[in-house]
């Protein structure tokens, strides 16, 4: 054709398509049409110590630094308190500590000081120490004296008027270390986070103190706890499993470095601390048990990650002997989790206090081992798994690497992305070879905002996880990282989060309802449907759960325009006629929540009542949808 013509027949096409009545959108549902069965254990939770989740974040101790006993040269967090004309020095004393595990501690020497003006020492807690009416704080000590008998007075202060906002007195110190316990209880105080702890001596003497100790009512009252708020905010995900321990700080920077679990277990005493890679130390108050307690708190299981061999500054074993100890370790460990109280671990986790095992189907090999230069990922996986098949014939074992040797049970991706990145990688999963290991997504997120993820954010995952749904016989886990965020000044070292908090509250990003919104509306099986004349930046995922004839309908805009949608459920004629519609917007993809405005991008659910099979729905602009209907 020449150029002439060409030309022609363009713009007669143009002139065409301008005379014609734009195709408006649709989409249509074939309900009895599955194509693929969705994994029931899609959506779960990964955690690691990042960000304070832990210390300062889900774990309920108030006291920062409360182990003074481990390897600090300076004092942190812990200041001199002196009263009118008393006089006290405070410092850290290297040569003695309640145990083999925390050998130093805190040395308060008073050398004048009376009930009117006594001296001690303060803790400000981890940003703070919130306080609530009429509540009542355990706390507890380990401590001994140079002066048999002298009174310990315990309170909670104000920072600001110097109010005692609860107090204790603790006796009966003795010369030898032992631990105190006490409880402060509060009247009709105001809701704050601006209070301290004081530990103050009437008298001249000098007292040492260590793993010094104070909970807040925990979620489901257990004793060493977790925050309610944000267990509760878990609880509302619906998620079906928790990847533990890490992420990083499984692997440590360096191997002796590594979440040594065997140091997590048993009284907090005998716990000596470690460091994380996210360069703050660990109480490990947080420990293997308490992982395992969540789990059972929230009725979900463990996704066990064993240390395999390699830290994260390019330190690794060899496969072969080298590597033996540590595969049984990951033995003890898993039966330390799952064997029955007749086993040696399984014994010891009843003399920490839970005889049952806890239900455990997965073990994770490692943690990103495609760091790992020295090529060693293959050969230590395979030592590992011939040794956990061998005891533990029905256990998924999840490669974090491609393997070349063999075929893993499950293979870990993770994906961090950028909005657009999200967007365009939609269809990750859909030309996935089938005939390949099963996907776990170990750790995604879109990352844009900080510390916690804005509405375009929102936007990127749930496009994103449209396609884990479609592709859920292949991709049967998937969780969001990372999950916490304390979000004071110095809190975040990774930006992106799922749940932000402070010492008082908490709240989750629109990721975060993106998250609930998915997995409360999972399904049992994707069904066909086609998306047509949407154009871009539109997403759909249709499931349906078989046994309550439920459908779901995701819809995701992330375009600046509202988008009329015509939906045709095929064959199902007695679809609707109420549909419950839950939608997540905002005016803007930066619009996003925080402490002080924890609501600005919440689902609002409302009714849609259609005439039949077949409706339209106009969906707001930048809007994460889920429609439910009876079929
Ligand atoms: O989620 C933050 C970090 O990202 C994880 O610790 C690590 O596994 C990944 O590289």
Not at 43 to 66: C, H, K, P, Q, W
Not at 152 to 166: C, F, R
Not at 411 to 418: I, K, N, R, S
Not at 548 to 570: Q, T, Y
């Amino acid at each position: 054709m020449c150029k002439r013509s060409a030309a022609l027949a363009l713009l007669a096409a143009l002139t065409l398509s301008l005379r014609l009545p734009a195709q408006s959108p649709s989409l249509a549902i074939q309900v009895y049409h599955p194509t693929a069965k969705v994994s029931p254990t899609l959506y779960g939770l990964m955690t690691e110590e990042i960000n304070f989740s832990y210390d300062g974040g889900l774990y309920a101790e108030l006291v920062r630094d409360r182990t003074i006993g481990t390897d600090w040269q300076a004092l942190a967090h812990w200041t001199l308190v002196a009263r009118g004309n008393s006089v006290a020095d405070v410092s850290v004393d290297q040569a003695t500590g309640p145990s083999a595990a925390l050998p130093r501690s805190l040395k308060v020497s008073v050398t004048s000081a009376t009930e009117a003006a006594p001296a001690g020492v303060q803790n400000d807690g981890f940003w703070g120490i919130p306080v609530r009416p009429r509540t009542s704080y355990s706390g507890s000590f380990y401590a001994k004296t140079d002066s048999v008998g002298v009174p310990i007075s315990v309170k909670l202060v104000n920072d600001g008027t110097g109010a005692t906002v609860a107090s204790a007195t603790v006796i009966g110190l003795s010369g030898e270390w032992k631990q105190y316990t006490f409880t402060l209880k509060t009247a009709q105080v105001p809701v704050t986070a601006n209070n301290h702890l004081i530990l103050t001596i009437p008298r001249p003497a000098t007292v040492w103190f260590d793993l010094v100790s104070l909970f807040p009512p925990t979620y489901h009252n257990r004793v060493n706890g977790n925050r309610i708020d944000l267990m509760e905010k878990l609880a509302a995900m619906d998620p079906k499993f928790l990847r533990l321990p890490g992420g990083n700080y499984l692997e440590g920077d360096h191997i002796s470095e590594r979440f040594q679990w065997k140091k997590t277990i048993g009284p907090l005493v005998d716990r000596p601390t470690h460091p994380s890679p996210w360069h703050y130390r660990s109480s490990d108050g947080m420990g293997l048990l308490e992982f395992l307690e969540w789990c059972e708190d929230l009725k979900i299981e463990p996704v066990l990650a064993v240390y395999a061999g390699y830290s994260m500054m390019q330190e690794h074993v060899d496969p072969g002997p080298a590597l033996e100890p540590y595969v049984q370790d990951a033995l003890d460990e898993i039966e330390y989790a799952a064997g029955d109280t007749g086993t040696k671990w399984g014994a010891e986790r009843a003399k920490n206090g839970h005889a049952a095992p806890f239900p455990l189907h997965y073990v994770e090999i490692g943690n990103e081992d495609w760091f790992d230069r020295s090529g060693s990922y293959d050969g230590r996986y395979a030592q590992y798994y011939k040794a956990i098949k061998q005891r533990y014939p029905d256990l998924q074992l999840i490669a974090t690497a491609p393997i070349k040797s063999m075929r893993p049970d499950v293979l870990d991706e993770h994906f961090y992305m950028a909005a657009e990145q999200s967007f365009a990688d939609a269809n990750h999963y859909d030309k996935v070879d089938r005939q390949g290991p099963k996907i776990f997504v170990g750790e995604w997120a879109t990352r844009e905002g900080e510390p916690t993820p804005n509405l375009q954010a929102a936007l990127g995952d749930a496009a994103w996880m449209t396609g884990l749904e479609r592709n859920s016989d292949i991709v049967i886990m998937a969780s969001y990282a990372p999950l916490f965020v304390n979000v004071n000044p110095g809190g975040m070292q990774w930006a992106t989060d799922l749940i932000g908090y402070d010492a008082l509250s908490s709240y989750g990003s629109p990721s975060y309802w993106a998250q609930v919104l998915f997995a409360n509306h999972l399904g049992t099986e994707a069904v066909a449907s086609t998306l047509a004349n949407a154009g871009p930046r539109v997403y759909t995922s249709v499931t349906r759960d078989e046994k309550r004839r439920k459908l779901f309908v995701k819809v995701v805009n992330a375009r600046s325009d509202a988008m009329p949608l015509s939906i045709a459920i095929e064959g199902a004629p007695g679809v609707g006629p109420e549909v419950t519609l839950i939608s997540l917007s905002g005016k803007s993809p930066n619009a996003t929540n925080s402490i002080a405005n924890p609501e600005a991008v919440v689902p609002v659910e409302s009714h849609i009542h259609t005439a039949g099979a077949k409706f339209e729905h106009s969906f707001a602009p930048y809007s994460i949808n889920v429609l439910e209907l009876s079929y």
